[in-house]
């Protein structure tokens, strides 16, 4: 399917033809069932592990209560954690259901935070009798100690830039020339000192962090469609407003980190959409680094000056800090890999201010090709061998029109699954790519679990 949608569709419009109305609407008439069918049989996964790990606690709690260890103390502890873990598996099935495209974002974050909550408290209980294993260590010695060194520079030099960094741009607003020479003045020589400059996300700061990170824990990366990248210009045309969106499908925290930074190393700056929560453990640390100009704050802190990140995005592409820009579009990690709704406003709310705004708009579609986030919270290591495939480009044509007739039919329709043709290709694109990787089977979910957790029991 998404040979043809290549071929019939996004090569022509590419090359600056119409757009094939009676082919896009066949393709997606096909694709939406195809969707809806592969959120349904995540969805009967994710309950059949649900339903795995909440039948092991409840016999480890019954074995616990019929031997002889049972002391009063400890008694009420493992009650009060029985009926904490209770509690948390009610919150997560009202909100688990997500086979339907236009599931509210606030209630998928509901979902995947309630699971990952759910699977950590459950493997405390079960550690906490003795019945799951200790973490498997996830330090590999060939790689760990250049790992650890990398990782420790990259601490230290990510330290430095929040610091020197948000002073002088505290200070910035006490010198006199800021206020003396017009705005543009001041932009274009912002362009001049620093056209791709963004040493907080490159090789030395957060990429490097996440490769050190790699060699801790040896994972092996590999980067498939690097000649693709030859279709976008990476470091921007002088005096020309470009932007290049690389949207990669969000499904495991960590190795998706780790992929990007083996993908900063092809194409050098970019500017980087992420929660400040995720790397600053506090308020002043999330503020800092959410006024740095190449780190675009999609959290409850937006630094200083507070802008919306669609706002701060365009005054930093309007300065050619860079081009190159990383979204992850579905706005959250999902939990066992299974590909969750694009945000509803992602065409409105991004897409369609840069291009009333004249950028000329490009879209890499990327797949991270990662193990299952869930694994790891179970204790069990994740697949070390990852991949980041880098799709054709949708160069500014096509993603101009494919835009224009989202806008179009929403302005008519309202906005539903069945107005959504440029977030359906993305979804498509990356489902694809996961079937040719080859997801885990439900039995290999379900073995993988019980050894991680130490449950003996299966389900009938």
């Given amino acids: 399917n998404t040979a043809g949608f290549y071929k019939n569709i996004v090569e022509p419009l590419n090359s600056g033809a119409e757009l094939n109305q009676s082919y896009l609407q066949n393709w997606e008439s096909r694709n939406s069932k195809i969707r809806s069918d592969r959120f349904k049989i995540w969805e009967a996964k994710q309950f059949y592990i649900v339903a795995l790990i909440h039948a092991g606690v409840h016999q480890a709690a019954t074995t616990l209560q019929a031997s002889d260890q049972l002391?009063?103390?400890?008694g009420s502890r493992f009650a009060a954690d029985l009926k904490k873990l209770d509690k948390q598996f009610q919150e997560w099935e009202t909100s688990s259901h997500f086979s339907q495209e236009n599931i509210n974002p606030k209630d998928q974050r509901k979902r995947t935070y309630g699971f990952g909550e759910y699977v950590i408290k459950a493997r405390e209980i079960l550690q906490y009798v003795g019945q799951?294993?200790?973490?498997?260590?996830?330090?590999?010695?060939s790689t760990a100690l250049k790992g650890k060194l990398r990782l420790g520079g990259s601490l230290g030099y990510l330290g430095g830039q929040l610091v020197i960094r948000s002073?002088?741009?505290a200070l910035n607003y006490l010198n006199p020339?800021?206020?003396i020479f017009p705005h543009q003045w001041r932009r274009n020589f912002r362009k001049v000192l620093f056209r791709n400059y963004t040493p907080f996300n490159n090789n030395g700061g957060i990429s490097g962090l996440f490769k050190g990170l790699r060699e801790i824990r040896g994972y092996s990366v590999e980067l498939v469609g690097q000649e693709n990248l030859a279709q976008v210009p990476l470091k921007g045309i002088r005096g020309r407003k470009v932007a290049n969106?690389?949207?990669?499908?969000?499904?495991?925290?960590?190795a998706d980190a780790i992929l990007m930074s083996r993908l900063s190393e092809e194409i050098g700056s970019f500017l980087m959409f992420a929660n400040p929560s995720a790397f600053a453990g506090n308020y002043a640390l999330g503020q800092m680094l959410a006024s740095l100009p190449e780190f675009i704050s999609v959290g409850k802190w937006r630094g200083f000056p507070d802008l919306s990140p669609t706002e701060k995005l365009i005054k930093n592409l309007e300065q050619e800090r860079s081009p190159n820009v990383i979204n992850y579009p579905q706005g959250f990690v999902s939990n066992m890999g299974e590909l969750l709704p694009i945000n509803s406003s992602f065409v409105q709310k991004l897409l369609a201010p840069l291009l009333a705004r004249g950028f000329e708009v490009n879209v890499i579609p990327l797949s991270y090709e990662v193990d299952s986030k869930?694994?790891?919270k179970t204790g069990e290591v994740d697949d070390l061998q990852i991949q980041a495939r880098i799709h054709p480009p949708l160069l500014h044509s096509t993603v101009k029109k494919l835009a224009e007739k989202q806008l179009a039919a929403q302005a008519l329709e309202g906005d539903s699954p069945q107005t959504r043709y440029f977030?359906?290709?993305?979804?498509t694109l990356w489902l694809?790519?996961?079937?040719?990787h080859g997801e885990l089977t439900l039995d290999e979910l379900l073995e993988r679990t019980e050894k991680s957790l130490g449950i003996t029991s299966s389900l009938d």
């Fill in 71 to 74: 002391t009063d103390s400890l």
């Fill in 132 to 141: 799951a294993p200790a973490f498997e260590s996830l330090s590999h010695s």
């Fill in 167 to 169: 002073s002088a741009n």
């Fill in 177 to 179: 020339f800021h206020y």
């Fill in 245 to 254: 969106l690389f949207l990669p499908a969000h499904r495991n925290d960590i």
């Fill in 374 to 376: 869930f694994l790891s």
């Fill in 423 to 427: 977030d359906h290709f993305l979804s």
């Fill in 432 to 436: 694809e790519s996961i079937q040719e």
